[in-house]
């Protein structure tokens, strides 16, 4: 569908939610935000509604997961954390707070644009991404020491996952040192490690890369600060290194499935010898 198409349908189907929309004195565009399962629109208006901030998004749903990310939107926020503020929902449509700052992916691969290591950029930008990944591990330790679920006749512990995980779910505010985290469609019950295992997918196949360099050593430094300062904010959960391995080539092996990408399946052998004595 069309941008115009959409910004049409928006209107028609939420001017009962935003009048403004039936007020031919009130203009709006819209942008279209890289989403992979769900449509996401940046709308923003020429003046300020009566109800609603001038900016905000919408997410329109095709998957069924509307009413259980409203939920735990509203969970997390009153378990206080940065999440984005859920300012009204009508099926297919959830209307959310725009949060301010730069995405966590956009942020660190474009300061690590041509270089190998941490140590090749200025020192400034260099604790910027340490601080960013350093906040994003305490914002997962939060969430999973928060949502401990045991489960019956189980001893293992499970926690609430945010599910397929990417750096790109995350929004870092560097003038109010705030962390938001978004996109809670695949929140799931599971082992703590697997959103760990995400991240550290995130950080080795965004480019600059696994897929990219021989050898990512600024990603694997990444990799190695981001799971020491996650397992210094907790003391709940059990640092498995073969069950993260695993989880790690199996996330690689699904982006590489969903890009198309030239390369086979990543093996484990591989995969141990490339990188495990970094970690």
Same mark, same amino acid.
Not at 118 to 124: A, C, P
Not at 158 to 170: A, P, Q, W
């Given at each position: 569908m069309s941008l115009q198409k959409i910004k049409s349908k928006i209107a028609k189907d939420l001017k009962g939610i935003i009048p403004e929309f039936r007020n031919k004195e009130y203009n709006f565009n819209i942008t279209e935000l890289e989403s992979r399962k769900n449509s996401v629109i940046n709308l923003v208006f020429d003046k300020q509604p009566r109800s609603f901030p001038k900016e905000f998004i919408i997410k329109i749903f095709r998957t069924k997961n509307i009413v259980s990310e409203n939920n735990i939107l509203i969970r997390l926020k009153n378990q206080n954390f940065r999440v984005p503020e859920i300012l009204s929902l009508k099926k297919p449509y959830l209307i959310l707070e725009k949060v301010q700052g730069i995405n966590l992916c956009d942020f660190i691969n474009d300061s690590l644009r041509d270089t190998e290591e941490?140590?090749?950029?200025? $020192?400034?930008i260099k604790n910027q991404i340490i601080k960013s990944i350093e906040k994003l591990a305490e914002w997962l330790a939060q969430l999973h020491e928060k949502n401990i679920v045991r489960k019956y006749k189980?001893?293992? @512990?499970?926690?609430?996952?945010?599910?397929?995980?990417? @750096?790109?779910?995350?929004i870092i505010d560097f003038s109010k040192d705030i962390l938001y985290g978004v996109d809670f469609e695949d929140a799931y019950e599971g082992n703590h490690m697997d959103d760990l295992a995400w991240i550290c997918c995130s950080l080795l196949d965004t480019n600059p890369g696994l897929f990219d360099m021989d050898e990512p050593k600024h990603k694997i430094e990444l990799i190695n600060k981001f799971l020491k300062k996650?397992?210094?904010?907790? $003391? $709940?959960f059990q640092f498995d290194f073969t069950y993260l391995a695993e989880k790690i080539i199996e996330h690689l092996n699904i982006v590489i499935q969903r890009r198309n990408l030239p390369y086979g399946p990543i093996s484990k052998s591989t995969f141990f010898e490339d990188i495990s004595k970094e970690i």
């Open positions: 941490l140590n090749d950029i200025t $020192s400034d189980s001893e293992e @512990l499970f926690v609430l996952n945010k599910g397929d995980t990417r @750096l790109r779910d995350f996650y397992y210094q904010e907790t $003391s $709940s």
